[in-house]
């Protein structure tokens, strides 16, 4: 049983750090992983998908690393800004209509 | 650009009534449908998927249902609301292709009192 898990549950921050949020999964056949940022009370937004056969994604300030022989995934997030508090997911794409969770990182940033 | 529309935002009903939650998604065609529920400390937990219209797996023996009526319409039902029901429920799509993106709609927060 795919187990998908999310450490630290929790990172505060000062403003203009770079970060790194660590997701770590116990079976290597995946399809795609998912980053995904959830607001307090909102739904999920994506943020970078990563294929089974790429080893990274880049949007704007953000860099998803995979490292599937590993089962581990890294979401860094470059010169961190207020606005980038919120709680940080990953999910991997197991079965054909199956995601698998991680429990979240809430990140805070502090100007 | 495809959108995805959740509704009602926010629910509050009591012990043994019914529900129905809507989803419906815009600019896309034969899209796979999800429900999904986020309980506190318990994380994402997926109830249904539909492949096409009529076609629904459940996930997680419960009091709920799903239903496809049309392509890109999805709704979940409940005869009767359990206190346990209550929970932040999650629409989201993704193409029909088992390597797509997944997109979720802004969530429906349901209070069973």
């Known amino acids: 049983k795919q187990e998908v898990t999310q450490i630290p549950a929790a990172l505060s921050v000062p403003e203009g750090e770079n970060l790194v949020l660590n997701c770590s999964f116990t079976d290597s056949a995946i399809y795609n992983l998912q980053w995904f940022r959830q607001d307090p009370g909102k739904g999920l937004t994506s943020l970078l998908l990563?294929?089974?056969?790429?080893r990274e994604q880049t949007s704007g300030r953000l860099n998803a690393s995979l490292d599937k022989s590993s089962g581990r995934s890294t979401l860094y997030i470059a010169a961190s800004q207020p606005g980038d508090s919120a709680t940080y997911l990953c999910a991997v794409r197991q079965g054909a209509q199956k995601l698998v969770f991680g429990q979240g990182t809430r990140l805070t940033i502090n100007p | 650009s495809q959108t995805i529309h959740q509704w009602p935002a926010t629910l509050v009903q009591p012990v043994g009534s019914p529900l129905s939650l809507e989803c419906t998604v815009e600019g896309t065609s034969n899209p796979n449908l999800y429900w999904y529920r986020q309980a506190a400390g318990r994380g994402l937990q997926l109830l249904f998927y539909s492949v096409g219209i009529g076609q629904i797996s459940s996930e997680v023996p419960q009091n709920l249902s799903a239903s496809r009526p049309q392509d890109r319409q999805f709704i979940l039902s409940s005869k009767k609301l359990l206190l346990s029901d209550s929970g932040f429920y999650l629409c989201?799509?993704?193409?029909?292709?088992?390597?797509?993106?997944?997109?979720f709609g802004e969530g429906s927060r349901l209070t069973v009192l």
């Open positions: 989201a799509w993704s193409g029909a292709l088992s390597t797509g993106e997944l997109f």
């Open positions: 990563i294929q089974s056969s790429q």
